[in-house]
């Protein structure tokens, strides 16, 4: 079985930009998580969509915003973009969205902002 | 949110049984722990996961004492490939999950 894939898998942007990243989650998994890593840090919560709709958001400015689509497929915008938001972004779906969750995720959009 | 510490960074020899303790003293009663391994310029990859007691899988054992405020990940015998970041994590829904930095583990030869 396919693992959680995610696209592109480097991207080089300018400051003021707008980006796209893509997810497409495990077969069979309705809930996709999306991170961001900044280097020599653990992942940080962004956002969580379960059957399209979201169910949770970390500490990130208006400028991010995500979707999951019918196929459970997610995309996560990042508008006006800043060098602070160079990082490696995480896409992680999962088959439960309560209780004990386990993650399985992707190896990551490396974004590069400059 | 639950928070945990666990050490920044472990060395480790070939053959070696490697503990990486984490403390986790918020831990709430439907929390469940979780450890989860990362190498460079990948996602992080689930190890086991734990509520109370013993859990051991092939790969890795879990305990948790009574008062669930800590948990110890064990490792037998490491070898060069499992030099990688490890995380301990509390919650049930990943909205709850909270990655700190993670204790780096260097095998060595």
């Known amino acids: 079985d396919a693992g959680v894939t995610q696209s592109p898998t480097h991207l080089i942007k300018t400051r003021g930009q707008h980006v796209t990243l893509r997810c497409s989650p495990i077969?069979?998994?309705?809930?996709v998580s999306w991170y961001q890593q900044v280097l020599g840090q653990g992942p940080q919560f962004i956002f969580q969509?379960?059957?399209?709709?979201?169910?949770g958001r970390g500490n990130f400015p208006d400028r991010f915003s995500a979707r999951q689509f019918p196929n459970y497929s997610s995309e996560l915008n990042v508008n006006a973009l800043l060098l602070g938001d160079s990082a490696l972004y995480l896409c992680?779906?999962?088959?439960?969205?309560?209780?004990?969750?386990?993650?399985?995720f992707g190896s990551g959009t490396q974004l590069s902002v400059l | 949110l639950a928070k945990t510490t666990q050490p920044i960074s472990m060395d480790s020899y070939e053959g070696q049984e490697v503990n990486i303790t984490c403390s986790h003293n918020?831990?709430?009663?439907?929390?469940?722990i979780t450890w989860y391994q990362q190498f460079p310029s990948q996602g992080p990859r689930f190890i086991i996961q734990?509520?109370?007691t013993k859990v051991t899988n092939e790969v890795a054992s879990l305990f948790i004492p009574a008062d669930r405020k800590s948990s110890t990940l064990s490792l037998p015998r490491v070898s060069l490939s499992d030099t990688a970041v490890y995380y301990c994590?509390?919650?049930?829904?990943?909205?709850?999950?909270?990655f700190g930095s993670g204790t780096q583990l260097t095998v060595l030869p």
């Open positions: 077969s069979g998994h309705k809930s």
């Open positions: 734990g509520y109370k």
């Open positions: 992680a779906s999962s088959p439960l969205v309560q209780g004990s969750e386990k993650l399985f």
């Open positions: 969509y379960y059957e399209k709709e979201e169910r």
């Open positions: 918020n831990i709430a009663t439907n929390d469940y």
């Open positions: 994590l509390v919650g049930g829904s990943a909205r709850q999950l909270t």
